[in-house]
């Protein structure tokens, strides 16, 4: 990747956002959305699928991560007034219809996620605590979330980068423990390049790097901060290539130190699997650490459904999905219509699979959108701006398309089925939508 920004003429756009955020708050705010959620529930998923060599899934999911990100780096800082993926697909498409598939691909694969992480909160982790059936405290939990958004959620930067605080801090924990069960003797760091027998390792990696993948998700959304960043074109590559970097490193070392300390077999038939590792080096508390990983978890699906009702709510206001989504709670001026439908259909959702195919899922739709970024990044080299702008090898985004299209041909038929459900529920929105639009100017050119 090759960054063309220079010292000089780096003036920020008008806006009237205020261009508040800092380059290490930026940095923060990414690390927040990718790290967390996913490695804290998927360890013991991942290692039932590769073995013990959990740590090279991650890594291959990192480098499938920093090609699409190297376009998301060249289209963020060459619109900076841009507001993300849909904005960019209407840009280099110029067609309603693929602008807005985009978008609620990520609406899709938002409420999808807010499904799997209420699953992951309802596992190991919380039966620490409270027994209770999975399905039952998942539902709980969305309904919860549900209401905490309808009362005026308001996630600050502060906020996030004390929530990002405490889910590094539970990561870092676990490389820890497993240092110093490896000290005393009683881990087996031989485990970490074992495969599962009877496996192709290279098929079983690329398999398991699908579900790794789903850690990693969560930059694409640092897009929309894109006007109130101080001095995008310079800051927001910078943070987005370490934060990416930051996790991955954290992620390989978490997997090292798991399979290090617990069997790959304990970790598979585990829904907490990183509690396993805190409960065989007896030093913390398991109650401590669950509370840790359920606010990371939890942290997740909250931020989660506030993206996906307030995309949805947007949506709506821009004529792309049925006006009553848009209505707003007099008073607390929340998009009441918009968080009930997302919720419902998260709820739904957590009735029609485990974790691993609901993650799996969400990645089947974020690739659509990635795989709409990557092309736009080629088809948008044609329009030129003023500014100097990073800008990416042309070979990048072709791998970013090959990649996307690589863990594509992955996914199960069930995944397919279940996010080709949820699209051909956009679909039908979208075209109910439009024909309701064109009602009232058909009226009026009948009438005039």
Known sequence: MTDHVQETDQKNEPTALSRTVSGRLLYVFILGDVLGAGV????GVMAGEVGGAV???????????LLTAGSYAELVTKYPQAGGAAVFAERAFKTPAISFL???SMLAAGVTSAAGLAIAFAGDYFTTFVSMPTNVAAVGFLILVALLNMRGIKESLRANVAMTAVELSGLLLIVVLGAIVLGRGDGDLSRTVQFTEGTTPALAVLGAALLAFYSFVGFETSANLAEE??????TYPRALFASLVTAGVVYVLVGVAAVAVVDPETLAGSTGPLLEVVNAADIVPERVFAVVALIAVANGALLTMIMASRLTYGMASQGLL?????????????PWVAIVVTTLVAIALVFTGELQVLAETVVLLLLIVFISTNVAVLVLRKDTVEQDHFRVATVVPVLGVISCIVLLTQQTAGTWLRAGILLAVGAVLFLVTRRASRRPAEQQVAGA
């Open 322 to 334: 049925p006006p009553v989504l848009a209505k707003v709670l007099p008073g607390r001026k929340t």
């Open 40 to 43: 804290y529930a998927l360890v």
């Open 102 to 104: 985009v978008g609620y």
């Open 229 to 234: 960043v101080v001095d995008v074109r310079r």
């Open 55 to 65: 740590w090279l899934p991650l890594l291959v999911a990192l480098g499938l991560a």
